[in-house]
């Protein structure tokens, strides 16, 4: 039974993505720390075959993956009928349930959770939910795309070239020799669909280049190769949309060569400082691009923007724009809402309008951070996206 007095959170893990076990221990934060006196929460896992059970896990079973085989879980799906505004819960009797959902996280990461497709669904059932909109997660979500429109809007990124699979079979000794006479060495290979650093090479020579291609191939058909550059990585949250707020940039002190998935989710060996070893003007400069780039890409509520900062301390190159943060505790977008400095307003945005709860009234006021509302059809899709509080 469902409380009338509550707003219903959902609550997505999992995914069909190579980063499904991200998603299962950056959830267990959610369900860690949601206050429950304010919002009932439902848990949907989806499986790597693309199951979507609901389940009562914890967030212990979430991260080990023992939460699939739990008795108690049942097939769900979310309805993209907006008069059922919610979930359908199919029981293990034969009955189908309908759920009234006030507000989805999708906390997945990857395709099929991070590049627009549960966003359009959530956009077609009407439901709000956590994080960017339909477009800018497709952008952030592809490399190549989201390196395209930071030069158009003059934000400093590395040197960069993007092949498909089929130019790469066609002719992978003429990309090769693109890729060292535009980049020179060492290279960066990279999926252009994939987060967590999965599938990304650094590379020095032709034979490495031709290696770290096929393993970027197993994760995506599109490649991206960008120039190393020599500087200190260093990440920054930006929240909200009219205007957006940025943090102040924290460092990456990768225990790795470069910031690898195991040095980010398993060995732990990697540490974040906040704020990053630099100048005071080079901090403000910074968030200033973060901004640039989350308006760039169409971001609203909540995006973490990565930088290296040449030794020079010439401007920020800039790396990608996440716009659901894996959230880990050692990472740095859980760290930062502690640590901001003076809010930084990005470029202006039109007024975004307020949705409506299950009585119709608004519930602006009590709607987790970074919430669009996608029940009113409107193009300005964001209701109430939190800012950050002063310092």
């Given at each position: 039974m469902q409380s009338a007095n509550k707003m219903c959170v959902a609550l997505l893990f999992g995914g069909m993505s190579s980063e499904h076990e991200v998603s299962c221990v950056s959830v267990g934060n959610f369900v860690r720390n949601i206050d429950r006196s304010k919002y009932e929460v439902l848990t949907v896992g989806i499986t790597k075959e693309g199951r979507w059970l609901y389940t009562e896990a914890t967030a212990e079973q979430m991260a080990d993956g023992?939460?699939?085989?739990?008795?108690?879980?049942?097939?769900?799906?979310?309805?993209?009928?907006?008069?059922?505004?919610?979930?359908?819960?199919?029981t293990p009797d034969g009955r189908v349930e309908k759920m009234h959902l006030d507000v989805v996280i999708p906390v997945l990461h990857g395709l099929w959770g991070e590049d627009g497709t549960v966003q359009g669904l959530l956009e077609l059932a009407g439901i709000a939910y956590v994080g960017c909109g339909v477009l800018a997660s497709s952008v952030c979500m592809d490399k190549a795309v989201a390196n395209a429109l930071f030069e158009a809007n003059g934000v400093p990124h590395t040197k960069w070239v993007a092949a498909n699979r089929w130019e790469i079979e066609k002719d992978l000794e003429g990309v090769c020799a693109g890729v060292e006479q535009k980049l020179g060495w060492p290279v960066f290979v990279k999926p252009a669909n994939a987060g967590s650093s999965v599938g990304i090479s650094k590379v020095s020579n032709q034979e490495e280049l031709k290696a770290a291609i096929a393993l970027a191939l197993e994760n995506d058909r599109k490649v991206v190769f960008e120039a190393f550059v020599d500087g200190q990585e260093v990440e920054c949250?930006?929240?909200?949309?009219?205007?957006?707020?940025?943090?102040?940039?924290?460092?990456?002190?990768?225990?790795?060569?470069?910031?690898?998935?195991d040095d980010k989710y398993k060995n732990g060996v990697s540490q974040t400082v906040i704020p990053a070893h630099l100048p005071e003007a080079k901090l403000d400069e910074v968030k200033t691009y973060a901004a640039m780039a989350y308006t760039a890409l169409n971001c609203e509520g909540l995006a973490r923007c990565d930088f290296f900062v040449e030794k020079e301390h010439r401007p920020g190159a800039h790396q990608?724009?996440?716009?659901?943060?894996?959230?880990?505790?050692?990472?740095?977008?859980?760290?930062?809402?502690?640590?901001?400095?003076?809010?930084?307003?990005?470029?202006?945005?039109?007024?975004?309008?307020?949705?409506?709860?299950?009585?119709?009234?608004?519930?602006?006021?009590?709607?987790?951070?970074?919430?669009?509302?996608?029940?009113?059809?409107?193009?300005?899709?964001?209701?109430?996206?939190?800012?950050?509080?002063?310092?």
């Open positions: 023992s939460w699939e085989e739990l008795p108690g879980n049942m097939a769900c799906v979310i309805s993209p009928d907006r008069a059922d505004h919610g979930m359908i819960l199919f949250a930006v929240i909200g949309s009219d205007p957006a707020v940025a943090t102040r940039p924290g460092e990456i002190l990768a225990g790795a060569e470069f910031y690898t998935y990608r724009d996440q716009h659901l943060p894996r959230l880990y505790r050692h990472q740095y977008v859980p760290q930062a809402d502690g640590a901001r400095g003076p809010a930084g307003a990005g470029p202006h945005r039109p007024t975004d309008r307020a949705g409506s709860g299950k009585d119709g009234k608004s519930s602006m006021d009590n709607r987790p951070i970074g919430v669009f509302d996608s029940g009113s059809g409107r193009p300005d899709r964001c209701a109430g996206a939190a800012q950050a509080p002063a310092p």
